[in-house]
């Protein structure tokens, strides 16, 4: 069977985009950010007659939001941490006590990718030579665990809550410069929801599911949540 890779004759543009950890923070950050302080400023605008008391409300539950989830973010970070290094403590021990145990692992992952008896036998005995190299090897294959960065855990709280902050400050940005709520909540309900188009948009380019889709379904939650929430107000104000 061939297993090489065939290339095509002519160059191409790959056209995948790769996500990473930064990414994906900015992309939970903002996507709370949009959301959140716009459907609170759409029910605070059904209820109240000042802007002012919009933009103290929302500033406050942007300030919240980002600390809760940046606060998130960072316990998800340790949390990733912490099981890396437990699950590296429990291999090193098991390379130390369990040796033939290991070794028949390790064959059973070349067995696996199809390699002969005799290739596994030494293809085990070269890699178990160097302890650490072992142990790296049974971590990312047999385990499927990649090392984190240590400064993960701040980083993406970092990441997170400021993507919450400048998420959360579009929807309230019209607020700042008019005085009647209704006003604020027409411009922001259209900058905003422009805002979760091109976001849900550039999302779902980097998630590899249909882009226009996604734009139109982030946008209309958004849109759904901002209408709930004004509605509601509504209800109860009557």
């Not at 103290?56 to 973010?73: K, P, Q, R, T, W």
């Not at 650490?132 to 960065?149: A, I, R, S």
């Not at 998420?167 to 909540?185: K, N």
């Not at 411009?187 to 226009?212: E, M, P």
Request: charged residues 20%.
């Amino acid at each position: 069977m061939d297993t090489h890779l065939h290339h095509d004759p002519l160059p191409h543009d790959e056209k995948h985009l790769k996500s990473s950890d930064a990414l994906r923070d900015i992309v939970i950050g903002m996507s709370d950010g949009l959301t959140v302080p716009f459907a609170l400023a759409a029910g605070l605008s059904g209820a109240v007659n000042s802007t002012s008391i919009i933009v103290i409300a929302g500033i406050a539950e942007v300030a919240a939001g980002s600390i809760a989830m940046g606060l998130g973010g960072y316990l998800a970070g340790k949390t990733e941490q912490d099981h890396y290094n437990s699950e590296l403590k429990r291999e090193y021990y098991e390379v130390e006590h369990l040796h033939h145990r290991e070794i028949e692992e390790t064959k059973e992952f070349f067995a696996g990718i199809g390699l002969s008896e005799e290739l596994q036998v030494k293809a085990t005995e070269e890699i178990a030579r160097d302890k650490k190299q072992w142990v790296d090897f049974m971590m990312k294959y047999e385990l499927g665990l990649e090392k984190p960065d240590p400064k993960r855990a701040t980083k993406s709280a970092l990441n997170i809550g400021l993507s919450y902050v400048a998420g959360g400050l579009v929807p309230l940005s019209p607020y700042f410069f008019v005085s009647s709520p209704v006003e604020g909540l027409k411009i922001s309900a259209v900058v905003t929801l422009l805002c979760l188009f091109i976001f849900g948009y550039f999302k779902s380019r980097i998630t590899g599911v249909n882009a226009w889709q996604g734009a139109l379904r982030v946008m209309l939650i958004g849109a759904v949540a901002a209408t709930a929430a004004f509605g509601i107000a509504k209800l109860f104000e009557g």
